[in-house]
DNA sequence: CGATTATGTCAGCAGTGTTGACATAAAACG
DNA sequence: CGTTTTATGTCAACACTGCTGACATAATCG
């Protein structure tokens, strides 16, 4: 669970673990984890970023055709809390998907200051191109860890979430 | 500053998943994947992301630092192959860590043209600032989760990645 | 020597996040 | 009812980061 290739070109490859450190092989794997995290996401999200850059969009608006499908009637409150950006970042891209018929506002029927966020047909379109590599990315990668793997992902990957976020997962109806 | 919770405030988010319907529950599984990766990693850097905008720098700038940190004395282009960035998008932040002294540059023994970054004791502080906290974070995330869960993370995160990078990680000395 | 490689640099564009300031409509409250 | 707060939006400016294109230098290679 060693070290990373670069061996015939990077000079100082050398320090070997072998010595039984428990200490140090945990320093090891706390840098292994941030590498897999940092490699799994960064190749996670290219191949929407590439086809994002087709219309002329990035991956904001992919997390907003995204949450927006996942809560169709979401006020844009509630998905600025999930992105934890400012509403200015919001907005820009927000009002673009609008603009461009990829999203649609409906005024709130309890409280008519919210502006309840659904896709359109054309929204739904993209976010289904969007999201459906990456559920195969995950059902490969399931499949291929087995259900064990999949409970252990989970429950680090809950462990490394803010506490607030980890709520969310772990009581959905609650505030 | 926090806003109110999904769950009280949007109308659509009911649909209950009681019924056994094993596609429909993977369905569900795979968004949740998804969106487990998406929270972890949000968080995971958003610490971080505070410290270097102190010192006016910026997320790009970390991952410098620790590369460096990790392979003492890797070229430039061993660097840019893993982040997977162009050179003119490393050497915008790159010859910032250099000029304010980071980063260290020495020409290659074996070829000359190579610059063999390295960090310096001031790169080595920052560098440590910045990865500890991530390095706590997991450190308490794989307590928390045990062995068992660890190794399944390890897999689901291998299997996400491209197998250009899960190379790297299953075999330590190759290309 | 000519071709390729490793690296750097200048310039411009796009996407995304930030802060600050200001505006409107509706709900909440006393 | 009138004041305050809330939900949302907008304009503007700035910073970071990624990209493309073009061009430059030095060293290695064949």
Request: hydrophobic share 40%; with cysteine; charged share 30%.
């Amino acid at each position: 669970m060693l070290r990373v290739k670069l061996s015939r070109k990077c000079a100082t490859m050398a320090e070997p673990k072998t010595i039984v450190n428990p200490l140090f092989l945990r320093e090891d794997d706390l840098r292994q984890a941030i590498e897999l995290l940092f490699f799994a996401y960064r190749d996670f999200t290219a191949r929407g970023d590439a086809i994002l850059a087709r219309q002329h969009f990035g991956r904001a608006h992919h997390r907003i055709l995204y949450f927006v499908g996942r809560y169709p009637g979401i006020p844009v409150g509630d998905l600025l809390d999930i992105l934890n950006i400012t509403k200015q970042s919001l907005s820009r891209v927000l009002s673009q998907l609008v603009r461009e018929e990829y999203v649609l506002q409906k005024p709130g029927t309890r409280d008519r200051r919210q502006r309840l966020l659904y896709l359109t047909d054309k929204g739904k379109t993209l976010e289904r191109e969007l999201t459906s590599e990456q559920r195969m990315r995950f059902a490969a990668a399931y499949k291929d860890a087995g259900a064990v793997a999949v409970e252990g992902f989970r429950k680090v990957m809950l462990g490394i979430m803010d506490a607030k976020a980890r709520k969310r997962f772990l009581s959905p109806f609650e505030t």
